[in-house]
């Protein structure tokens, strides 16, 4: 199954700040792969598919970039609400693997 | 709006089998797939596995092949996850999601993105 390596696993930052948010697979995904936003006590949320799209109501300082075995999440500007735990999911093979994670933390 | 809604918490003894179900509002039952994750305390999201709510077809993890049974209930827009021969490392909050998006091509399917998600079953096993 494709592994995929979420770096770094916290990221302590401020309001305000650019965060930058790295996962990387085991071979290539094409551009299969999603990110999710969870906080605490709550079910995940989609926030990217197909590695750059934004889902329904997601603001716009969230955007996901990269293709194959590297991409990236980057919030452009920290507001408070997004200090969670965000997730890496790839969805190319079977079966479909999340990574373990990045803590964005204040 | 598009909403999965899951029944209630559940305290299970080691060996017992436990079935959480969830109910999709909101859209076409029939139209999309619909998958099964699950998270243990403080840990990551687990894959456990898809149903097709059009015609109950499954593909499981293999970790949970022989331990799990998704089935559907079309007439109540209703799917069901049954786990059997629980152990203390099945504690977890399991998730249903509906998946709008699975695709075909060429012979090879791909399962799709999560969304939404159900609000969380905890399931505790215990003796």
């Known amino acids: 199954e494709i592994v995929l390596t979420q770096s770094p696993a916290t990221l302590s930052l401020s309001p305000g700040e650019r965060a930058t948010l790295s996962c990387r697979a085991s071979?290539?995904?094409?551009?299969?792969l999603a990110w999710y936003q969870q906080k605490p006590g709550q079910a995940p949320r989609l926030l990217i598919y197909d590695a750059s799209n934004r889902a329904t109501g997601i603001p716009a300082r969230f955007s996901g970039s990269g293709s194959g075995t590297d991409f990236t999440l980057t919030i452009s500007s920290l507001e408070p609400e997004d200090f969670a735990i965000y997730y890496c999911h790839q969805r190319s093979n079977w079966p479909p693997t999340f990574g373990q994670g990045t803590r964005l933390a204040i | 709006q598009m909403q999965m809604v899951q029944s209630g918490p559940e305290v299970k003894k080691p060996g017992a089998s436990v079935k959480v179900s969830c109910k999709a509002t909101g859209y076409t039952f029939t139209s999309d797939y619909i998958q099964w994750v699950r998270q243990a305390p403080g840990q990551g999201l687990e894959w456990m596995g898809i149903?097709?709510?059009?015609?109950?077809?499954?593909t499981y993890a293999q970790k949970f092949q022989g331990r799990v049974t998704m089935t559907r209930d079309t007439s109540a827009s209703t799917v069901y996850m049954d786990l059997g021969s629980l152990r203390s490392e099945d504690t977890a909050v399991y998730y249903c999601?509906?998946?709008?998006?699975?695709?075909?091509?060429?012979?090879?399917?791909?399962?799709?993105?999560?969304?939404?998600w159900g609000q969380g079953t905890l399931v505790t096993v215990s003796s």
């Open positions: 999601a509906r998946d709008g998006s699975y695709e075909c091509s060429g012979g090879n399917c791909h399962p799709g993105w999560l969304d939404p």
């Open positions: 071979q290539s995904v094409s551009s299969y």
């Open positions: 149903i097709n709510p059009s015609t109950g077809s499954t």
